[in-house]
């Protein structure tokens, strides 16, 4: 390490600093701008699509569906880490797989789900040749909001649960085996030793897995979008409907603003969280 | 080669002074060493004169030339590491050849230089492995020998035996030296470890805070410590250090529980020059024996401990609050609790100034 | 024994979940269109080929194609040269602030970045770049760009600077240290980073969607042919779109792990 004083070490950032201040700083002004632009009133973009229910309804269904989806995931995540931790005999060709929707994006994750839960899709098919449906069952269009909500659910966890198991699983490796070791030696119990020594020692790796899931599950588009088009509007997709079909920069802009602020707010509360914590550590 | 000047050096983190105004002249081909704890600057002393750190204040010579601002590669120096460095994507031949192949050396000569400097290590028959497949004692000589193939002006080595296992590290010791004394260059070497110090410096500069506390040769460091830090840094078990008053009579005396020194002329004319009524007493361990000797300052107290070493026997002596430790040579059986006298040489003794914890003797 | 047995049923469970979706699109993708209508038909009597080639030809998947890998590469291409810098700066200098440098660059990790896309709309008609590769390369970017700075800086940051110090020693100014000695040892892992870099461009297709009407990348594309177009194109394009991320993915497992912290040994 060289120590730099003077203004060196600050040229290295310039073209970072000015780029993200081009392209996220200024959208995020461009934004506010945009959404409290109207031609009558300040909040008329807000209005619009609150008097209607419109924007209410978005919100709802996106809280819903990060409320059942982000618990899922971090269960489900923690489970399968918890498993591949084991290292049982071939667990590496396990890890890889469990690896692969790492890379899938939400919409070849929402096509897949719809070749499963298609009329004609896999679902079907197997039911009907069982014989315990005489008629395709409908889990998408009016009327099939519920199935629909599900189908969604159901896609996420799928397509979003690995990134949280990487998170835990590099947590669950830096846990020392002597502090495991130790609780053998005292017979603790396999459920004392997840609750007394892995999940504390494991909480940083599960807040920040929470942070990054809650932030994208807000953002959630491709999956509700492709599988169900407004049928279950959430906020992302209702801006895309407002720019790309209404061509009204100013309402989309007004959802956008809404995905922001609620990411600053949970950004916020994590950091309280995380300073806390701090704070915490230096009393103890 | 070439003499190296340091004139009043600073080196600033910050707030932090790593380095607080410091002189050194090291003459052409001599072999010193930084010596001091962690964080006492040796290490960024090293750096800036390496030039890997940039100076906040002060001069730099290699010889008549003023280095202080030159980028390190144009300052004809060279390096150990403490990792070695030894660069993993190349095999050890090149390695060895890259500072000549940066420099666009001919071919011929550069094959001639590495294999010579190869042979000289001993590490002839490694030229074609690549480092992952090296022991760390063979990476180091590897790191070595990539530091003298182009002769430098000064070679630096930064605790270059630090990551070696013990027995490795006393083999290191004298091969090192016996290089640098058959090359002749001029050689800084920076370590925390004192036996390394005294064993291999030509002269040994101790570093404490930024600050040189005492540069000299060896045995002037180990016999005549400017101060208590040093006093104490060096030598193992480490000096005893014992609170004393002055009492003057007819004659001066130095007291403490079952202590009486009696003054030599040269020390009652320190201590009233100084006009002391409190000093430090410094006794190595070593020079603490328990057969009576005449003229020798007797220390009464009882054995609390001895650990046998089997070459030398380490005693813990109970003298009032205090535990002076003796170290004696052969393997002795103390019964612990008896009472038991031990006796020192006047000779032997530091003494320090309380507050300055300057010495008042040296 | 019975342990063993249960391990290989839950992990046997779990290789299930997680590959069904994906051999099943592979599936439907290459099943005739007869076939997949036909109800009392759950597996394909024959293959075909058909619906991937009118994808990619008459459907101009293979043009979107096109688009999605000059759209990431573009954004590859800037990030790396913007972020390169500021990662070497993050681990290789002392200085004040660096912290909170650190700290602004990953919190804008959690800035939702499809927001963006509506506002450089406007801007991009003002300054002449709308629709174009360019200006979804640049949106992009903002996402990567961050991603590259934190994950090179750690890539570095595990390479001894001492290294770099050694070739400054023997003769080579910072710069080519860092070129010479530092990069070849890098390479692997920025690499990998690259990969995953031109993966979460290839995903991301809201922004894209939004900047781009011609020149659609391939999930744009397929976002707005897909609500009118038959079902087994919407399986070829679910296939398209993941087998090039599957396919990286396999090739560079090894480095992912570490890059994402976990140990395989």
Known sequence: MTYKKGITPYLYFIPVIAFLIMFLGYPLIETFRLAFTHPTEPLGNFLRVTRTGEMWKALRYTLMISAIVVPAQLVFALALALFINMRFKGYLFLLYIISIPLALSDVSAALMSYSIFSPSGYVNKILMNLGMADSPIYFFGRGFETRAFWVIVITEIWRATPLVFVILLAGLQSVNKEYLEAADIFGFSRWTKLRKIILPILKPAILSALLIRTLFAFQIFGVAWLLTGRDIPILAGEAYYWQSIRYNSNVAASYGLVIALISIIISWIYLIVLRSREVEGARA | ?362 | MIKKALTLLIAILIAFWFLTPIVLIVLSSLTPSAEYYDPHRILPRSLTLNHLRSLFVTLGGWRATLNSIQVAGISIGISFLFGLPAAYALTRFVFRGKNSIRLAILLTRSFPVLIIGIPLLTLYMRIGISDTLLGVALAHTSMVLPFVVLISSSIIGGISVEYEEAGMIFGLSRFASFMRITMPLVLPGLAASAIFAFIMSWNEVFVAAILTVGNRTLPAHILNAAMTAPDYFKFAAGTIMAVPAMIFIFFTRKYLMSLWGISLK
């Open chain 2, 1 to 362: 080669m070439a003499e190296v000047k340091i004139e009043g050096v600073k080196k600033y983190f910050g707030d932090v002074k790593a380095l607080n105004g410091i002189d050194l002249t090291i003459e052409d081909g001599k072999f010193v060493v930084l010596l001091g704890p962690s964080g006492c600057g040796k290490t960024t002393l090293l750096r800036c004169m390496s030039g890997l750190e940039k100076l906040t204040e002060g001069k730099i010579f290699f010889g008549e030339k003023d280095v202080s601002n030159h980028a390190p590669k144009s300052r004809n120096v060279s390096m150990v590491f403490q990792s070695y460095a030894v660069w993993p994507h190349m095999k050890v031949y090149d390695n060895i050849a890259y500072p000549m192949k940066i420099k666009k050396f001919d071919k011929q000569e550069i094959k001639k230089r590495v294999m010579d400097t190869a042979k000289l290590l001993g590490i002839s028959e490694l030229v074609d492995r690549y480092p992952v497949q090296l022991s760390g004692g063979q990476r180091q000589r590897v790191a070595v020998a990539r530091a003298i193939v182009l002769e430098p002006a000064v070679l630096m080595m930064d605790e270059p035996l630090s990551n070696l296992d013990a027995l490795l590290r006393v083999l290191m010791r004298s091969e090192l030296k016996k290089l640098q004394e058959r090359l002749g260059t001029t050689t800084v070497y920076v370590t925390h470890d004192q036996v390394e110090a005294m064993t291999m410096g030509d002269l040994i500069a101790v570093m404490k805070d930024g600050v040189i506390q005492q540069y000299g040769k060896p045995e002037d460091i180990y016999h005549k410590p400017s101060n208590k830090f040093i006093a104490g840094f060096i030598g193992s078990p480490q000096m005893n250090f014992i609170d004393v008053e002055v009492k003057k009579n007819d004659s001066m005396h130095l007291l403490a529980p079952g202590i009486d020194v009696e003054c030599t002329p040269e020390m009652s004319e320190k201590i009233t020059r100084g006009g002391f009524s409190k000093l430090i007493m410094g006794i190595r361990p070593e020079n603490i024996h328990h057969v009576a000797d005449k003229n020798a300052i007797p220390i009464k107290g009882t054995v609390y401990f001895s650990e046998r070493l089997g070459a030398e026997t380490i005693v813990h002596l109970k003298a009032g609050d205090m535990r002076i430790i003796s170290r004696i040579a052969g393997d002795e059986v103390f019964e612990e609790d008896t009472p038991m006298n031990m006796y020192v040489p006047p000779s032997k003794i530091h003494l320090f100034d309380p507050e300055s914890e300057e010495s008042i003797l040296d």
